[in-house]
């Protein structure tokens, strides 16, 4: 049977790979402790599982939810509220917002709908490993823009070379950032946008963790001066409330980009199930106090590893946002080795940060999403079984 030759640049999933080890760990009698995926453990709000199971009863939603293509006006309305309320961003619900299944959905149809075959797209290293693919169904060529650390996993704009910043037709990237935990500053959203403008390139600002911040503002690529004129931001209510399953996401912004994401998914799908979008309304409309809880669920989790890590002999500057933390890995090994060495010694997987690209060797990426004993039991076995680490 014929295969489309694009799915050929298409790597193995990370997490399928990590998956497939974890099961047959775990067929062997292994009791492992996964610490690699984002998938939150913790139950979404009740307020939000109720007005699902209400709305679900009525048989006006059992239809396709296509009346309105672009997702239900009144939860595009709850998005505008939210962003207002939240980042002080003002949308205009009608032609400023679009439902999605999530926002790696949304990073598909950004790229279905923006860029052309042949185009050059700027996606940072490391990076989500969804946005390749996309870049790649379309037939285009992702070009890597370098995170290092000594600039706080930030791109330096100025030094991608002016002939592929002009050749550039569009640019992914997230803040809070996966897989680095680094959180943007005004003064960068700025300077994106002004670099967007100046190289004529559309911006997907992907900001599925913009509520999770430790310590530093929250920030929407949307407040910046100029944004919209380059570009949209996808949003998502997976990480904010728990509801990684229930596929709902929303992209804002640039009025000419939303509908051009709108006519690729109105080809596509039939949209987001309107229990869902009812659901979704109910938590970005009443769930702002349940994403407190849920940071200070996330902090305490955080200081148990990184004291644990402290202990170990670590001594990083922990990022500021999302709830991983992104770990340089010790002398002598790289980021596959040490995984493979803390899963061998202690049964607890991590993600390694080669899997995010070039620039991702020489880090693991640790995540928060599991229970708090699961989580102490992983913290006990690496106390007890790793030895004191080496770093350069
Ligand atoms: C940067 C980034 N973008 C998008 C997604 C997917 O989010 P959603 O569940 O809204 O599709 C993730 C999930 O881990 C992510 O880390």
């Known amino acids: 049977m014929q295969k489309a030759d694009r799915l050929g640049k298409i790597p193995p999933y990370l997490f ?38 209400e709305t679900a009863r009525d048989p006006e939603n059992h239809r396709y ?33 679009l439902a999605l299944i999530g926002s790696k959905e ?17 996606v940072t290293d490391p990076g989500y490993p969804g946005y390749k693919p996309s870049i790649w169904f379309v037939g285009a060529e992702p070009v890597a823009v370098p995170m290092k650390s000594e600039h706080d996993f930030l791109p330096k704009l100025d030094e991608i070379p002016s002939e592929i910043a002009q050749k550039a037709t569009a640019f992914y990237l997230n803040y809070p950032n996966n897989p680095t935990g680094a959180v943007a500053t005004p003064a960068f959203l700025a300077e994106l946008a002004v670099f967007a403008r100046d190289n004529d390139i559309a911006v997907c600002y992907d900001n599925p963790y913009s509520e999770m911040t430790f310590g530093v503002e929250r920030l929407s690529f949307l407040s910046a001066p100029g944004a919209k004129e380059v570009g949209v931001e996808l949003n998502s209510l997976s990480k904010p409330y728990n509801m990684t399953g229930w596929r709902i996401g929303m992209a804002a912004g640039n009025p000419d980009i939303i509908g051009a994401m709108a006519t690729s998914k109105a080809n596509t799908d039939s949209g987001v199930f309107n229990a869902v979008q009812f659901a979704g309304i109910e938590a970005l409309d009443n769930c702002d106090a349940f994403i407190g809880e ?66 991702g060797e020489g880090f693991v990426r640790f995540s928060l999403t599991v229970a708090d004993d699961r989580l102490d039991e992983a913290l006990q076995r690496l106390r007890d079984n790793l030895p004191r680490l080496e770093f350069d």
């Open 16 to 53: 399928m790979t990590l998956r497939n080890k974890i099961n047959e760990a775990r067929a062997r009698g292994v009791d492992v402790i996964s610490l690699a995926i984002g998938d939150p453990v913790d139950p979404t709000p009740a307020n939000v599982i109720d007005r699902l199971a």
């Open 65 to 97: 939810p296509t009346d309105e293509e672009w997702g239900m006006l009144a939860f595009r309305e709850a998005v505008a509220r939210w962003y207002e309320r939240r980042h002080s961003v003002t949308l205009d619900a009608k032609k400023e917002v």
């Open 106 to 122: 949304g990073c598909h149809h950004f790229a279905l709908g923006v860029i052309n075959p042949g185009d050059t797209v700027l």
């Open 294 to 359: 849920m940071l200070e669920v996330y902090g305490r989790r955080r200081e148990s590893l990184l004291a644990v890590l402290r202990e170990l002999g670590w001594t990083f500057e922990p990022p500021k946002g999302t709830f991983y933390l992104w770990v340089p890995v010790p002398k002598g090994y790289t980021s596959a080795d040490f995984c493979d060495f803390v899963f061998e010694k202690c049964a607890v997987v991590l993600a390694p940060g080669a899997a995010y690209g070039v620039n």
